[in-house]
């Protein structure tokens, strides 16, 4: 079955320094790949959508020079939390859309500011 | 490989009938359990969520059940509404949380 990976899985960095978060659909072509953070109550804030070989549609309230997303080929997707701060610390997932329109979750990066 | 599975891309429910989605797990670490519900260009919303010492939760008109042995869990709505139609993702986490593992999703139609 289908398969997406995230990388890392868990990260702890430093307040002003930037973290790229890699999401890898392993075994399909994705044209398509979701960002979303997850917030209290774990239910999980849709971030952006990214095109591969386009811009990214961020949602309202979504800073794009914050959170850029790079979806440079069929099977992976970037995202880089710039000048992270602590209040940047959460659950970023990735999602990656296959055939008929499935969405295959990333198992989920942890990403903790000090 | 797909350690979370649901089986069932949809499922189609007359109004007021019960709703029973399915969900298969290989991993015996998992020992807690989500469901989220999505509507399209959403992302999904947090519903109700069982750890691996119960069998059973309800929430208002929805309950899961968790079948260990088996590995399965199920979610029930009852009575179903048109607006439960939707998207609902079955996922599941170890006791460190560090990774969700999602399913595929089915999607669920309730006919007025």
């Known amino acids: 079955g289908a398969v997406v990976s995230q990388h890392p899985s868990r990260v702890i960095c430093k307040s002003g320094t930037s973290v790229k978060i890699e999401c890898r659909s392993l075994?399909?072509?994705?044209?398509?790949m979701f960002w979303y953070r997850q917030f209290p109550k774990q239910s999980l804030m849709l971030m952006a959508t990214s095109n591969e070989g386009s811009k990214a549609t961020y949602e309202q309230g979504v800073e794009k020079d914050k959170f850029l997303i790079n979806h440079a080929s069929l099977t992976l997707s970037t995202l880089t939390v710039t000048s992270a701060h602590p209040e940047d610390s959460s659950f970023y997932i990735c999602?990656?859309?296959?055939?008929?329109?499935?969405?295959?979750f990333g198992p989920g990066t942890r990403l903790l500011v000090l | 490989d797909q350690q979370v599975k649901q089986n069932s891309p949809s499922l189609s429910v007359q109004e007021g009938r019960i709703s029973i989605l399915n969900c298969d797990y290989t991993?015996?670490?998992?020992?807690?359990f989500l469901w989220y519900k999505k509507y399209p260009a959403e992302g999904p919303t947090f519903l109700i969520s069982?750890?691996?010492?119960?069998d059973k939760n309800e929430d208002g008109r929805f309950t899961v059940f968790l079948n260990k042995s088996a590995k399965h869990l199920s979610l029930h709505i009852v009575p179903s509404q048109p607006g439960d139609s939707a998207v609902y993702f079955c996922?599941?986490?170890?006791?460190?949380?560090?990774?969700?593992?999602f399913g595929t999703g089915t999607s669920l139609t309730v006919i007025p």
């Open positions: 996922a599941a986490s170890t006791s460190t949380g560090n990774q969700f593992y």
């Open positions: 069982i750890s691996s010492i119960k």
């Open positions: 999602s990656a859309l296959g055939s008929w329109e499935t969405q295959y």
């Open positions: 991993n015996s670490m998992f020992d807690y």
């Open positions: 075994d399909f072509q994705a044209t398509t």
